[in-house]
């Protein structure tokens, strides 16, 4: 039981509510000024539900008080405690209005019915703060009649399980689920999502804002005509970043060492890919710089990095010459990387048709294969890498072969202009909607790598012919650029942009903000 202590000594048992303490304080007020000489401890004993009395409940305690006869001070027992309390008449005390605001009530009748009349007042007040005191349901908040919950998935929850856990009415979660299914499936929900919900003052649905990542929330929203459901990005800041390495073991293990995303290794070679196979020319000791983006977004006044965005300005300096790019874009809005000089770093042909991979096998006159166990030419250069890895064809072209062809497996070959035709073996699947006839672009993914046919191991066999004879894809050739160029009226623009990116990149200035992020 919580009860008031006595006024002689320092309190030392469980902290007392401001109902209690006030009227404490109240009471000796009206015995002071009533002069009875009263010493003893004034204490009345309340159980917790005391703490909760509305204003209700004290207009019924003052109303009992002005019905008692003594004119001094009366005996209330509650649990077997005392308590002297002056008696008031009941027009004296203010009303309370579901507004919460306080009506002024008729004069006092003495100074003992002001003191009681202010100890009530102040009583309010205080309740009211002793409840926003105390711990909110978890992911909860109340303001003004409404209600905001906020949760995060944690491994093994779903939003229907967090929602329920903060008292959401399976009528309310299905509300939701079906508002939102439209442009997310909470099937697909991942631990750490996070979720903001929002009801009035009736309970009803305002607002769900639900955000599967960093960049991006899905908002179901009350409208005059239901509900809508927008997805919507969030946007991001930049800063500029430069880093300077040396090969180690691989690009890849190189800058994730240095703490930098692995992710702008692959981002690196894409921008060489006309001019360096990093899978066949990267040695240990070549060079690299980078100039790149970090994208970050504001949450709760806090930077949160969100993950590298582009390359501004790349050099590479090693066994496969030196190759310098800036990127540029144009009039058209449509960004491309050259070289200093103006020319585009694109080619007719690229040199590997996937990402940056592993050599496992080079083009060889006479090779011991590795399932037939004879030595046999190898027409082609085997990349190895993760079933499902995507592949793209080398040069823009047309499809003449979809399909199952002996130990290639799942083939695809690709006729290109100058009587060159590209062969992609041991598929485990073909791009959607591939088939013979099809135009194909440069970069255009045209499957998948896998292990079908005669394979160890899942990679893929990329072999070209010339008017129907093998040739080591390694020789093509890489140095016919692509007719493009930075056009005449955007030249100026791009001696600017080419001569700051290029100090930036020399000098490794301070990273700094460049504003929203594309």
């Given at each position: 039981m919580y009860s008031?202590?006595?006024?002689?000594?320092?309190?030392?048992?469980?902290?007392?509510?401001?109902?209690?303490?006030?009227?404490?304080?109240?009471?000796?007020?009206l015995c002071s000024e009533s002069g009875d000489g009263q010493k003893a401890t004034h204490r009345m004993g309340f159980g917790r539900r005391a703490r909760r009395i509305s204003s209700i409940g004290l207009l019924l305690i003052a109303g009992f008080?002005?019905?008692?006869?003594?004119?001094?001070?009366?005996?209330?027992?509650?649990?077997?405690?005392?308590?002297?309390?002056?008696?008031?008449?009941?027009?004296?005390?203010?009303?309370?209005?579901?507004?919460?605001?306080a009506s002024q009530a008729s004069a006092p009748v003495s100074e003992q019915h002001a003191a009681l009349a202010r100890a009530i007042q102040e009583t309010a007040?205080?309740?009211?703060?002793?409840?926003?005191?105390?711990?909110?349901?978890?992911?909860?908040?109340?303001?003004?009649?409404?209600?905001?919950?906020?949760?995060?998935?944690?491994?093994?929850?779903?939003?229907s399980s967090v929602l329920r856990l903060n008292n959401v009415s399976p009528q309310m979660v299905r509300k939701i689920d079906q508002g939102i299914r439209s442009k997310f499936d909470f099937r697909k929900a991942q631990p750490g999502d996070s979720f903001r919900m929002s009801l009035d003052e009736n309970g009803e649905l305002i607002s769900f804002r639900y955000r599967p990542s960093l960049e991006?929330?899905?908002?179901?929203?009350?409208?005059?005509?239901?509900?809508?459901?927008?997805?919507?990005?969030?946007?991001?800041?930049?800063?500029l970043e430069r880093m300077h390495g040396t090969v180690e073991s691989s690009l890849y293990k190189s800058i994730r060492g240095m703490g930098h995303d692995p992710v702008l290794a692959s981002a690196f070679a894409d921008i060489f890919a006309w001019d360096i196979d990093f899978t066949r020319h990267l040695k240990a000791g070549d060079g690299f710089t980078i100039l790149y983006e970090k994208l970050y977004l504001e949450d709760e006044g806090e930077e949160v990095y969100v993950r590298p965005g582009?390359?501004?300005?790349?050099?590479?300096?090693?066994?496969?010459?030196?190759?310098?790019?800036?990127?540029?874009?144009?009039?058209?809005?449509?960004g491309h990387y050259f070289r200093p000089d103006g020319g585009t770093l694109e080619q007719e042909y690229l040199v590997a048709p996937l990402k940056y991979s592993r050599v496992s096998s080079k083009y060889s006159t006479a090779r011991n294969h590795p399932i037939l166990k004879v030595v046999r030419p190898h027409h082609g250069?085997?990349?190895?890498?993760?079933?499902?890895?995507?592949?793209?064809?080398?040069?823009?072209?047309?499809?003449?072969?979809?399909?199952?062809?002996?130990?290639?497996?799942?083939?695809?070959?690709?006729?290109?202009?100058?009587?060159?035709?590209?062969?992609?073996?041991?598929?485990?699947?073909?791009?959607?909607?591939?088939?013979?006839?099809?135009?194909v672009?440069?970069?255009?993914?045209?499957?998948?790598?896998?292990?079908?046919?005669?394979?160890?191991?899942?990679?893929?066999?990329?072999?070209?012919?010339?008017?129907?004879?093998?040739v080591n894809p390694a020789s093509l050739n890489h140095n016919k650029p692509v007719?493009?160029?930075?056009?005449?009226?955007?030249?100026?623009?791009?001696?600017?942009?080419?001569?700051?990116l290029l100090a930036d990149l020399r000098e490794g200035r301070p990273s700094e903000f460049a504003g929203n992020a594309l």
């Open positions: 008031l202590p006595s006024r002689q000594g320092p309190r030392t048992g469980p902290r007392r509510s401001p109902l209690r303490d006030t009227l404490w304080r109240a009471n000796a007020s008080g002005a019905g008692l006869q003594a004119s001094e001070a009366e005996k209330v027992h509650r649990t077997g405690e005392v308590g002297s309390y002056a008696s008031v008449p009941i027009n004296s005390l203010p009303v309370y209005r579901s507004d919460g605001s007040v205080l309740q009211d703060q002793s409840e926003s005191e105390q711990d909110p349901a978890p992911s909860s908040v109340s303001s003004l009649g409404s209600r905001i919950i906020r949760g995060k998935l944690a491994r093994g929850q779903s939003v991006e929330i899905v908002v179901l929203r009350q409208s005059m005509d239901g509900y809508t459901v927008e997805r919507e990005a969030i946007p991001l800041q930049s800063k582009r390359i501004l300005a790349a050099k590479f300096d090693g066994s496969a010459g030196e190759h310098t790019a800036v990127y540029f874009e144009e009039e058209d809005g449509i250069i085997d990349y190895a890498a993760r079933t499902g890895t995507p592949l793209w064809s080398v040069a823009d072209g047309e499809v003449i072969f979809r399909g199952v062809n002996g130990g290639f497996g799942n083939l695809v070959k690709i006729r290109h202009a100058g009587g060159y035709v590209s062969y992609y073996a041991h598929m485990s699947d073909f791009s959607t909607g591939l088939k013979v006839g099809q135009k672009r440069q970069q255009q993914i045209i499957g998948y790598v896998g292990q079908t046919g005669l394979a160890t191991g899942p990679h893929v066999c990329f072999r070209v012919t010339k008017h129907g004879k093998y007719n493009r160029s930075v056009a005449d009226a955007s030249w100026s623009d791009f001696e600017l942009v080419r001569d700051q």
